[in-house]
């Protein structure tokens, strides 16, 4: 399986500086017939992971770190375990942790269940800092695509006066770029459909933001 968005993604932190670390694979690539978790794999995942066992990109600016396909503190079978014992009751739909921002309480998880014809998860942002939480936000149509938004997210930080002269990342992902994911229309026909919708926070500050991604989408 090609990978656009992710060589984007590499691209563009080896083209602006940031930080980009992988580590060559340890275990054997689960499949997409498995049950990791009690949960599909996706064959995403199962394409990124058959290049390295753990990757993370742009950390020097919060970033993104894929959880190990190995042993580590961080990997995906030590995330699928804390997501099931504390979150996952919580949420109606059943989420596959595969990665998160260093340090912050914000994951990256697909959503088997609305996975398309060809088997590819949809990517949800998740966070765990609210008490009446987990907060989930719908990011891309894919992994892949998601790399992809995300490589385009570091551009527009990388332009911003703040970050040229202090190096501060004063935008934030996926709040500040709804832009962003109205590219990507698989993603916008979902949120359309309601798909998400039993996820999705009620809260007005959502929904201001999902109708401006639908309204972007629309031509808005």
């Known amino acids: 399986m090609t990978l656009p968005g992710l060589e984007r993604l590499m691209d563009v932190c080896r083209h602006l500086g940031f930080a980009l670390w992988t580590q060559p694979p340890v275990h054997a690539v689960p499949t997409t ?3 990791v978790g ?5 064959p995403v995942l199962a394409a990124v992971y ?6 993370s990109f ?7 770190v894929l959880a190990g396909n190995d ?4 990997s995906l079978k030590s995330q699928s375990t804390w997501w099931r014992e504390f979150h996952q009751a919580r949420v109606p739909l059943p989420l596959f942790i595969f990665g998160g921002e260093p340090l912050l309480a914000y994951s990256y998880a697909t959503v088997p269940d609305l996975a398309d014809v060809q088997g590819r998860q949809p990517v949800v942002h998740v966070d765990t800092y ?4 987990p907060l989930i936000h719908p990011v891309a149509s894919n992994v892949d695509r998601f790399f992809d938004t995300y490589s385009h997210f570091l551009e527009e930080v990388a332009v911003t006066p703040e970050f040229k002269k202090e190096k501060e990342a004063v935008l934030t992902f996926p709040w500040d ?3 962003l994911l109205a590219r990507d229309l698989p993603l916008v026909e979902l949120l359309r459909e309601g798909r998400f919708a039993s996820v999705l926070p009620q809260d007005d500050s959502t929904q201001r933001w999902v109708e401006r991604i639908l309204d972007i989408a ?3």
């Open 71 to 74: 042993d580590s503190e961080f």
């Open 50 to 55: 058959s290049r390295w066992s753990k990757a």
């Open 130 to 133: 609210e008490f009446e939480g």
């Open 58 to 64: 742009a950390t020097d600016i919060a970033g993104v």
């Open 33 to 35: 017939a498995e049950l």
């Open 177 to 179: 770029v709804p832009h």
């Open 38 to 42: 009690h949960l599909p794999f996706d």
């Open 218 to 220: 629309a031509g808005g």
